[in-house]
């Protein structure tokens, strides 16, 4: 029994090896275009993000051997069942309707199994839930039938970013040279290698930003605001569609996002209309120290105020309380 054991993990690992192998292979056949849809390809789309790389490693590692080995095993039971237990080599079948031991293993080993896939898929969630510190806040709103991106703290508002007219069909967009159901008027502009937060949220219908490169798929809702995060590995384009079924032209609502070097995003959000987190620092500098020197000055006109009450009634109530701040 041991020995059978044993020669069953080694298929399984096989297999997995096996499985993995027809993905590269995959991966081989269909040249890989970066950020969007390859022609023919029978993989998981290349990731330029940390979560994408957790969920091809969850997918590949876990998922495919245990999904292979249990298709396998079901396979052989039949193939099994069906040249072994036939009317012709088993004429008389057994009596008997249960046997303990095996409804106990049917039981046991798939809950088992669970709990393995369980572990794996709750680090991975948790990892998407624990956003670090995010450098970029940005707002995706889904309409019938296209995105609009806000940066509510750079002050950039309502940038609506619609699939291109030529992209609606497949001649016209090789005539184009724009990508099929994926090219869009204004792209979602955000730098290379800073942690940006994604809100999303419907403002009709549910929708759902889903960008594979980076690993992303949240629902947009009406009246609610979902949030997810990416920190793009590399510069370039990379394209997504809404997810969620939200009528007539769902298909037409593609996502793209385009990474940028910091210097270029300071400069779009500056041309946007908006002003950069420098900015904004400086700002907030300058502000405070006016500020500062308001308070002073008030401080400075109130302790006047208070001697001058002081000299005219030394003992009324009136002087003590506007004394009050100066002592502060
Ligand atoms: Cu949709």
């Given at each position: 029994?041991?020995?059978?054991?044993?020669?069953?993990?080694?298929?399984?690992?096989?297999?997995?090896?096996?499985?993995?192998?027809?993905?590269?292979?995959?991966?081989?056949?269909a040249q890989d275009?970066?950020?969007?849809?390859?022609?023919?390809?029978?993989?998981?789309?290349?990731?330029?993000?940390?979560?994408?790389?957790?969920?091809?490693?969850?997918?590949?590692?876990?998922?495919?051997?245990?999904?292979?080995?249990?298709?396998?095993?079901?396979?052989?039971?039949?193939?099994?069942?069906?040249?072994?237990?036939?009317?012709?080599?088993?004429?008389?079948?057994?009596?008997?309707?249960?046997?303990?031991?095996?409804?106990?293993?049917?039981?046991?080993?798939?809950?088992?199994?669970?709990?393995?896939?369980?572990?794996?898929?709750?680090?991975?969630?948790?990892?998407?839930?624990?956003?670090?510190?995010?450098?970029?806040?940005?707002?995706?709103?889904?309409y019938q039938w296209?995105?609009?991106?806000?940066?509510?703290?750079?002050?950039?508002?309502?940038?609506?970013?619609?699939?291109?007219?030529?992209?609606?069909?497949?001649?016209?967009?090789?005539?184009?040279?724009?990508?099929?159901?994926?090219?869009?008027?204004?792209?979602?502009?955000?730098?290379?290698?800073?942690?940006?937060?994604?809100?999303?949220?419907?403002?009709?219908?549910?929708?759902?930003?889903?960008?594979?490169?980076?690993?992303?798929?949240?629902?947009?809702?009406?009246?609610?605001?979902?949030?997810?995060?990416?920190?793009?590995?590399?510069?370039?384009?990379?394209?997504?569609?809404?997810?969620?079924?939200?009528?007539?032209?769902?298909?037409?609502?593609?996502?793209?996002?385009?990474?940028?070097?910091?210097?270029?995003?300071?400069?779009?959000?500056?041309?946007?209309?908006?002003?950069?987190?420098?900015?904004?620092?400086?700002?907030?500098?300058?502000?405070?120290?006016?500020?500062?020197?308001?308070?002073?000055?008030?401080?400075?006109?109130?302790?006047?105020?208070?001697?001058?009450?002081?000299?005219?009634?030394?003992?009324?109530?009136?002087?003590?309380?506007?004394?009050?701040?100066?002592?502060?």
């Amino acid at each position: 029994m041991g020995i059978r054991r044993l020669t069953l993990a080694g298929w399984g690992a096989a297999l997995g090896a096996g499985a993995t192998a027809l993905m590269s292979a995959g991966m081989a056949f269909a040249q890989d275009k970066e950020g969007m849809p390859t022609d023919k390809a029978i993989h998981l789309q290349q990731g330029f993000a940390e979560l994408k790389h957790d969920a091809i490693w969850f997918h590949n590692i876990v998922l495919m051997p245990v999904i292979t080995v249990i298709t396998l095993l079901v396979l052989v039971l039949l193939i099994w069942i069906i040249v072994r237990y036939n009317k012709r080599t088993n004429p008389v079948p057994a009596k008997f309707s249960h046997n303990t031991a095996i409804e106990i293993a049917w039981t046991l080993i798939p809950v088992l199994i669970l709990v393995v896939i369980a572990f794996f898929s709750f680090s991975l969630l948790r990892k998407y839930n624990d956003m670090p510190t995010p450098d970029v806040v940005v707002k995706a709103t889904g309409y019938q039938w296209y995105w609009t991106y806000d940066y509510p703290e750079l002050g950039v508002e309502g940038v609506e970013s619609r699939l291109l007219p030529e992209a609606r069909e497949l001649d016209t967009a090789h005539k184009a040279n724009v990508p099929y159901l994926l090219g869009v008027d204004n792209e979602l502009i955000v730098p290379v290698g800073k942690v940006v937060q994604v809100q999303v949220t419907g403002y009709d219908v549910i929708h759902a930003f889903a960008l594979p490169a980076f690993g992303l798929k949240t629902d947009a809702v009406p009246g609610r605001l979902n949030s997810t995060w990416f920190k793009a590995e590399k510069t370039g384009i990379f394209y997504g569609q809404c997810s969620e079924l939200c009528g007539v032209d769902h298909a037409f609502m593609p996502i793209a996002i385009r990474v940028v070097t910091p210097e270029q995003f300071d400069a779009y959000i500056v041309k946007a209309g908006g002003k950069t987190k420098a900015m904004l620092a400086a700002e907030a500098a300058a502000a405070k120290i006016e500020a500062e020197k308001a308070a002073a000055d008030a401080a400075a006109a109130s302790s006047a105020t208070a001697a001058s009450a002081a000299t005219d009634a030394p003992a009324g109530e009136a002087a003590v309380s506007a004394a009050a701040p100066a002592v502060q």
